[in-house]
């Protein structure tokens, strides 16, 4: 995940990690209510999102423009369906924390149908408290576990870290160390995600520009979050599962 160079450069990147963290503004979680839903005819669709910031509607000032009410929006359109929405978010989160604080806020009780799914998204706080690998796909497998305790076989969709290596708050070096080990939890996840039932790995929003981001160049602004709502809502409604199993053997997973 790391290349023997990056040691070479541990105090430009700690030295630019630093700045990053002093420049970059903290923004607030999107204000408005945190659920909703988008009308359409027949059985309602549930959707859950449980993450960090991104679920918690950062980089916008209402959750209407948030990732879980776009992606409820363009689902609906797609489905013709009603889509109930729900975010459970914490700025910060990571997967571990999410499987503590964030996963006990589900409850089957909720459910709608049997179309409903839970959107995972994690992955950027790992990067940036460098989560190891095998700490990665343990909590992550975990957290799969703990969602379906308490929701029942629903669909899980995974949404892995972004591409850091192309955001605009990071400088050269550290954009692409970032971008490394952002890789390479999304390639450990994919493989936590081959031997969950009735799961899915989301697609990254790729060839971001700076229209993607809000005003502090870290977290997605409105446009972002309109386009990464489409592409989630596109696999939702193709729902394209590999057919394995929990008791089918693990694939083996790239090295890294």
């Known amino acids: 995940m790391a290349r023997p160079t990056d040691l070479l450069l541990l105090p430009i990147l700690a030295a630019q990690g630093a700045w990053v963290r ?15 839903e988008i009308p359409g ?7 859950w999102f449980l993450g960090e910031s ?12 948030g990732l879980a009410a776009q992606t409820a929006v363009a689902l609906a359109a797609r489905q013709g ?8 978010g914490l700025s910060g989160a990571t997967v571990a924390m999410a499987r503590q604080r964030l996963a006990p806020r589900l409850s089957s009780a909720d ?33 799969a576990q703990e969602i379906r305790e ?9 949404s892995g870290p972004p591409p850091l290596g192309e955001f605009p708050a990071f400088p050269v ?7 490394r080990r952002a890789e390479g939890l999304r390639r450990s996840l994919a493989t936590v995600v081959e031997r969950t039932d009735r799961a899915l790995l ?25 386009a990464w709502g489409n592409l989630i809502a596109d696999q939702l409604a193709a729902r394209a599962f590999t057919g394995r199993t929990p008791t089918d053997p693990a694939p083996t997973g790239p090295d890294s």
């Open 150 to 158: 308490r929701m029942g076989e629903i669909d899980l969709l995974f």
């Open 41 to 47: 005819q027949g059985e309602t669709i549930g959707l």
């Open 173 to 179: 070096p550290l954009r692409g160390f970032l971008g």
């Open 111 to 143: 459910r709608r149908g049997n179309q409903d799914a839970v959107v995972v998204c994690l992955g950027v706080n790992d990067v940036l408290r460098r989560t190891s690998l095998a700490l990665w796909e343990a909590e992550m497998t975990a957290l």
């Open 202 to 226: 989301a697609p990254s929003l790729s060839s971001l520009a700076p229209h993607h981001f809000c005003q502090a160049r870290f977290h997605p602004g409105a446009e972002g979050y309109h």
């Open 54 to 65: 991104t679920v918690a509607g950062v980089g916008v000032d209402d959750h209407q423009r």
């Open 81 to 88: 369906r009603p889509v109930s929405w729900r975010a459970i």
């Open 22 to 36: 002093w420049a970059t503004p903290r923004l607030p979680p999107a204000a408005g209510p945190r659920s909703g």
